[in-house]
């Protein structure tokens, strides 16, 4: 099993730590460093994000891939808001365009008041997976079909749909914690996206993803999102933490949000946040950030040496995790440090691994 990393571009090089870089909603010279620094650091694909008031994430997308040459790109997409047949021309076309470096990240999205922000004021989050899962449906005919086909739903009414540009190969990741969640993700996910949990907690999950899209003769791998902290020394690795965590409460404070008493909106925060009671788990597994923000979205970390974080990825690997996606608290700085002491480690221990299978399995 090959193992993938997937980097971050934000819109500008702020994080929980650097509030005031937020000021600025759209840096185009961040945008191109980060893009180059990943491409150059050996990342197979950068997630761009998605949210009700930011940037949009497949014109960003379509700019970096015109300033690179071998990135991938992970476009964090929400369904409901454009029609199906009409996003999937607009990813086929970034696919074409950039030569096959596309995949897309569907956020079906759980805060009412994320939701309401564009306009979906009636909808409760199990109709938004049922949702979701049409959605998908005509997505992938309207990228698969050789003639017009029609669709009636209970969302979508489409007569006649057809597409004249196919993508090459474009995957479908896919997250979220719930039941209606895993039921959808069984049905559709090339790849399913977990936040860092435990080694327990993650396997649990891949066993109930895995369960799910074997009823559909699906096979999906696995991604893991983790916020790495690394240093030449172990000690030097918990101080940054420990320093970080100051950094997030503090800004906190001043910008008045709380920093406990949190009560997220959805199944995959409540069960970071579970985790987030003790402050380090299975060794490395670090939750400071995630009990400050109330776990909202990747908010965990690995802390350590290189060689530390790396045999610590493995033991996700292990399980079922072949894809990483790594972000820092310093965005750019942080991208630019994987690239070159952490991304070429686990590779190396991975080919060790699988390089001792083989040997066995002669």
Not at 78 to 106: E, K, N
Not at 171 to 199: M, Q
Not at 277 to 304: I, P
């Amino acid at each position: 099993m090959s193992v993938k990393f997937i980097g971050y571009i934000g819109f500008n090089n702020g994080s929980e730590t650097q509030a005031a870089v937020r000021s600025r909603a759209l840096d185009t010279e961040y945008v191109n460093a980060a893009a180059k620094a990943q491409e150059e650091g050996g990342f197979d694909r950068v997630l761009i994000p998605f949210g009700s008031n930011s940037p949009e994430s497949q014109i960003v997308a379509a700019h970096a891939a015109a300033i690179t040459t071998k990135l991938g790109f992970l476009v964090a997409h929400r369904p409901g808001f454009t029609q199906p047949t009409v996003a999937a021309r607009q990813l086929a076309t970034l696919d074409q365009l950039s030569g096959g470096r596309v995949a897309v990240h569907i956020i079906t999205g759980g805060a009412d008041e994320e939701m309401a922000r564009d306009g979906d004021t009636r909808t409760v989050k199990a109709e938004r997976y049922a949702r979701t899962d049409e959605y998908l449906t005509v997505l992938r005919q309207e990228w698969t079909a050789a003639k017009p086909f029609d669709h009636q739903g209970k969302f979508y009414d489409i007569r006649q749909a057809y597409s004249a540009i196919k993508p090459d190969n474009l995957p479908v990741f896919f997250g979220g914690s719930s039941d209606e969640a895993i039921d959808v993700a069984g049905r559709h996910a090339d790849v399913y996206a977990l936040w860092g949990e435990t080694l327990e907690a993650v396997q649990d999950t891949v066993r109930a993803v895995r369960k799910s899209a074997a009823r559909y003769g699906r096979n999906p791998g696995f991604s893991l999102s983790l916020r790495p902290v690394i240093a030449d020394t172990e000690e030097a690795a918990w101080k940054r933490a420990n320093e970080i965590e100051e950094e997030v409460r503090d800004n906190r404070v001043a910008a008045g949000l709380p920093i406990t008493g949190h009560r997220p909106p959805n199944a995959g925060s409540l069960r970071l946040l579970d985790t987030a009671s003790s402050n380090r788990r299975d060794g490395r597994l670090w939750t400071g950030v995630a009990a400050l923000t109330g776990a909202a979205g990747n908010s965990t970390g690995l802390v350590g040496t290189p060689e530390q974080v790396a045999d610590a990825m493995l033991d996700y690997y292990d399980i079922g995790i072949d894809h990483f996606l790594i972000r820092g608290f310093d965005p750019l700085g942080d991208s630019i440090v994987y690239g070159r002491e952490l991304l070429p480690v686990v590779r190396r221990k991975v080919a060790e691994r699988e390089a001792a299978g083989l040997a066995l399995a002669g």
